[in-house]
DNA sequence: AATGAATGAGAATTCATTCAT
DNA sequence: TATGAATGAATTCTCATTCAT
């Protein structure tokens, strides 16, 4: 199969091959702990392949970061473009992708969590370090937008909306760690989606206005 | 300064500005990516000296990781110790307790928590490890025992203690560690505090009972 | 020359020229004195390549006296297997044998004896270290046992034959190294092999029972 | 004791503990596995003072070297010198002194072995190195003096003196070798005296005279 | 295009040597 | 003299990147 597409076709399966084991092993292993030995190993091709294909392990990474972000962002503006959403139904859809984006064949790249990736995003050509950020702000705007509406309207509780938006970022990504790392030590939960889903309705709760 | 110091008090001096420099490193950039370079760097000493004071770049971090857990275990304790002090109070006390670790001389270590560092804890003298975990699983205990108690006495919603727990302590790191790292991203915040506060709040009144 | 060689070949012969460096380095200089960048130097690669070969210093080294020692086995079993060979002979088999590892293209890694050389033994894998022993073991006793056939049929003079086995290895060993190294502090002898000859004789001779 | 004497004496002394500490070490664990702080600790003195004493690690080794020789020197004179000792007797008392080298409370440094001490006789002061080959020339060529007098008088088999003086030496260092390693792996061996001793009447009735 | 052997910069660690007290 | 903290060169090992085939 595929040897009798064109040469076109035939390449960028190739790309796509090795973007997604590297991006498999970023997530299971973390950027520094990825080699590109393993990244060609998974996707059963020569370590020299991979650069026919990618400048660096820092470009794949930040390609891999910036496809995540526009997927997110894609899917974030889908949650809350309707006019006529109430910012009530708009931040349960942006709960609902959460559980998506967890759960979705991609799954999230925890490495994107800022304090994981400094090292990738170190020495990035200054479009794409422009383009992570933008798309990072693009992202966190909406949930902050959402929020603010509906604070507008009272359906929530007055409060600075950047930091309501923090709070529900701080504990996605604090949870998706715990459930990638804890397994390790502890073995009581198996069941983030089920601790996700709860946080995300205490904080819903939590912002609902005085009664 | 210091220099008209005794040998001893000097000694110690410097182990704890080593100490200091790879704590902050840690924090910021995590193990892998700390070198001991980078740490004696910090410190204004060679990369020799740090072998004088400490065995390996492993012990530092657990060592680290045991001194602040033993710190936070300490103030749970006594935060939560006394009998007749209500769940709410205790909750409360919990949350002056993570404020005062952000803003305390000893700073947090948040990424030092077993569960944000498979990393630096494989190769270490099991006693080590097992200090680390047993101290680890203390401190959350605690927090699941408070939460416990104020679900039993009907003043919180009746939820899973350890999920509720996880959200609390989900936040706490992942605001900690967006302080220290978003700025690179983003320079809109710079109010930690207002926001784990908030965070906390939010929390709180997401866990009431139902009016 | 080899250039044109299939990558098969040319790789075994990398590894060969690694493997041969190492073995004069270390049989010269011991395994503490010769360093991973004296051998790839003598091989005329670069550091790393080491380490496509060999897992480790350590490993090159448990590698070469296992290739060593299965070496002398079967030449010692082949010398002295024979049912009908008298101890007399077989001993003489085992000197032209002392003389032949001595010319052969493997060279003798006489430093690579267990008995010379604790340090790189110590953190081996213990399957190579049990590996190691038996061998040395095994060829051990085929000397003794041999020694031990001449005494019983009177052939040779009654003493303990593993004090015999000693001293005939222990001549062997030290002939080799003084071969290698008094070099530098005396040119009197080129004569190795003359030397291990008389050597063996006079032995022999010394044997001799009593007439 | 030792607080009342004078400061000539007073350094004299520490001087000398600092090169027994040294020489103990040296014949325990090698050149490369001694430290100086292993040496000063033993010593009961700091790092420092080990360098107002000597000048550097490899001087001490070499000092240590040319005190056992001059020692070696010494007492092969004594055993050789009378002019009516028969070749014969001459040996003999040669053989006496090797056993009493081995007991000695001063041991003998093994590490004078010359494959062992390459590493610390590489960079010495000419001066040094000089005196350190001669003193092994004068040593090495008393035993060929009295192995061609024994040959001269006929009382010896005719050989190459150098030759036997190689096997009487290598003989001598190889037994001191295994009784230093050999009892970790193999603990049939406690009898280093007794081995010597077989080995060298071996050796004395290989170099008889055809009868 | 694909390969994978070779490279070498960088990381952790050790230890002889120096030097301020 | 004596001390021992500090230094940094040297060593083992890793891995992203290059390049000849």
Redesign the pocket.
């Known amino acids: 199969m595929g040897k009798l597409d064109s ?1 076109q076709i ?2 960028e399966r ?1 790309r796509k091959e090795i973007f997604e084991a590297a991006r498999q092993l970023f997530l299971k292993n973390g950027y520094r ?5 393993d990244i060609t190993g998974k996707a059963s ?9 990618f400048e ?3 470009e794949i990474y930040a390609l891999l970061t910036i496809d995540f972000l526009k997927y997110m962002k894609t899917e974030i503006l889908k949650a809350t473009r309707e006019k006529n959403l109430s910012p009530k139904k708009k931040l349960s859809n942006l709960r609902q992708l959460f559980f998506k984006m967890y759960e979705s064949d991609k799954r999230i790249l925890i490495n994107l969590i800022p304090s994981r990736s400094t090292d990738a995003l170190n020495d990035l050509a200054p479009g794409i370090a422009r383009q992570i950020k933008d798309l990072s702000s693009d992202c966190f705007n909406v949930l902050v937008t959402t929020i603010q509406e509906g604070m507008d309207s009272k359906i929530f509780r007055r409060e600075n909306p950047v930091v309501i938006a923090d709070i529900i970022w701080g504990i996605f990504s604090a949870l998706i760690l715990l459930a990638e790392n804890e397994r390790m030590l502890d073995n009581r939960k198996d069941f983030v989606k089920t601790t996700l889903e709860t946080a995300m309705e205490t904080v819903y709760r939590g912002i609902n206005p005085v009664i």
């Open positions: 040469p035939e390449k190739t702990n990825t080699t590109i030995k091709l020569s370590i020299g392949t991979f650069y026919l294909y660096s392990k820092g």
